[in-house]
């Protein structure tokens, strides 16, 4: 049988998962940690400690602030030495709480075991209340609190889970070591989330790219029914939850409707874990796998890292930014952010750090456009991205409406195809942020 994959645009790419084989290391524990209140889609959470205070592994330092919202703990034991605005990786001001670490002690209640707990005890609600105060939050980089997407309004009924194991970003691996180290775990969490929703279907889908994580996975869902683990064909923008659940079902998510629409929930393999972590061991979302990687680098590796972790300690523990580094990127080179501050701190979506060369960054001169549709046959939300480019820089606002602009993904398939290399994404980014200014101020009115 052919291996799954989406119907419209995507492209197919070299995907230099170069840190693969390296196993996970567990990253040592810095001596200061600034944990940032803003770390999930929603409001920032507001912060319940004081400077002087002490605090242990695991103890929530940040209480939701309203509805979309979430849990922030500590990822480590010390005393609160402020709690005040820093920039964050792009430069933003956020509230942090900043910690000097002394030992590890972990709050009382957590197991912090490696034993598989397999029995999940608990009505669905009680299981729901746990992931909620466990802070979890989408970790595939969304990071949509996940307590509220796994409670989805009473008259749409899910009817299927699908897990993520994509990760369909060049470079990235850090998912592909976490089912092929902590299957079970992954399963668990899956069957967790399954019950909360009320659904019998599991799918657990899986890039052709990662066959020891198909196989890792498969042998850990022998023991119970109703798993699917699904084998995908390597494209890009795959991991999007609209791609996925249009591979893996057939349906598509039509414009300005919501997953839940097609009865799919989407979520990714190391919320899956965080989710294991939190029902069964009382762990609340305190550190995460994170590969650093890029082609400069001596030797790629995929850390387990406490949140709130300095990335210039990160960079230290790999020998420092090596000469050729030009530029540190958060996360994938698509979906990344460049990160303009190396005192920033590591977030529960920080799934990679990505080093680039100057010639890997190099652009292109901007020529002009052919008229290829190479750009429209990448778009995997089926719109027309040299038609937005033009519209983007004439700032016809209500024609890019029209064209759906607020449909977009910012997955840059359009950017990496055009043969003017015109940057495509870099327009139309701009173009929808200042439509959805314009979407959001109507609907206020
Ligand atoms: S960035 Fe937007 S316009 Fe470009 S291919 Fe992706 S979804 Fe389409
Ligand atoms: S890919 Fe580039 S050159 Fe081709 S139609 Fe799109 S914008 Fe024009």
Redesign the pocket.
């Known amino acids: 049988m052919k291996n799954k994959t989406f119907k419209m ?1 995507g492209v197919h790419w070299d995907d230099h998962k170069i840190a693969k084989d390296a196993a996970i290391e567990q990253f040592p524990i810095p001596a200061k940690v600034a944990i940032s209140m803003a770390q999930h889609l929603g409001a920032p959470a507001t912060p319940c400690v004081e400077k002087g205070d002490r605090v242990k592994v695991g103890q929530v330092i940040g209480t939701p602030t309203g509805f979309m919202s979430g849990f922030v703990h500590s990822s480590v034991s010390g005393t609160v030495t402020a709690v005040e605005p820093r920039a964050d990786i792009v430069g933003n001001m956020v509230m942090h709480v900043c910690i000097d670490v002394e030992g590890d002690e972990f709050a009382e209640g957590i197991f912090n075991t490696d034993r598989i707990e397999r029995e999940i005890k608990g009505s669905a609600e009680s299981l729901l209340e746990k992931i909620k105060n466990a802070g979890i939050v989408g970790m595939g980089g969304a990071t949509f609190p996940t307590h509220i997407k796994l409670a989805p309004p009473r008259e749409k009924k899910a009817e299927c889970l699908i897990i993520n194991g994509v990760e369909c970003e060049p470079y990235v691996t850090a998912d592909d070591r976490l089912m092929r180290e902590h299957p079970h775990e992954v399963v668990l969490g899956a069957r967790i989330m399954a019950r909360v929703l009320g659904v019998e279907t599991i799918v657990i889908a899986i890039e052709e790219n990662k066959p020891e994580a198909f196989d890792a996975i498969s042998d850990a869902t022998l023991r119970y029914v109703g798993i699917d683990v699904v084998m995908m064909k390597k494209k890009y ?1 795959q991991g999007g939850e609209k791609q996925l659940i249009d591979a893996i079902t057939g349906l598509r998510v039509p414009s300005g409707a919501l997953p839940i629409d097609t009865g799919c929930v989407v979520q990714n393999v190391a919320t899956s874990y965080a989710v294991y972590q939190a029902v069964q061991k009382n762990r609340p979302l305190i550190d995460r796998i994170m590969t650093v990687t890029g082609e400069c680098l001596p030797q790629p590796r995929n850390f387990r890292v406490r949140i709130g972790t300095p990335i210039s300690a990160i960079l230290d523990a790999v020998g420092g930014l090596p000469k050729e580094a030009v530029k540190v990127v958060s996360g994938g080179p698509m979906m990344g952010k460049s990160v303009a501050n190396l005192e920033a701190t590591t977030l529960k979506g920080s799934s990679c750090l990505l080093l680039l060369t100057a010639e890997q960054t190099a652009r292109q001169p901007e020529t002009p456009c052919i008229r290829c549709a190479k ?1 429209s046959q ?4 089926g ?1 027309e ?1 040299w038609l ?1 480019n033009r519209l983007g820089r004439a700032g016809d606002n209500a024609a890019l409406e029209e064209n759906r602009i607020y ?9 990496s195809t055009c043969p003017a290399h015109i940057p ?2 870099d327009i ?1 980014r701009t173009g929808k942020a200042d439509v959805m200014k314009i979407i959001r101020a109507r609907a206020k009115k």
């Not at 990448?378 to 939300?381: I, L, V």
């Open positions: 645009g923008p750009c990448a778009c995997p939300m719109l991205p937005l449909d977009c993904i910012e997955c840059g398939c359009c950017q495509l994404l139309v």
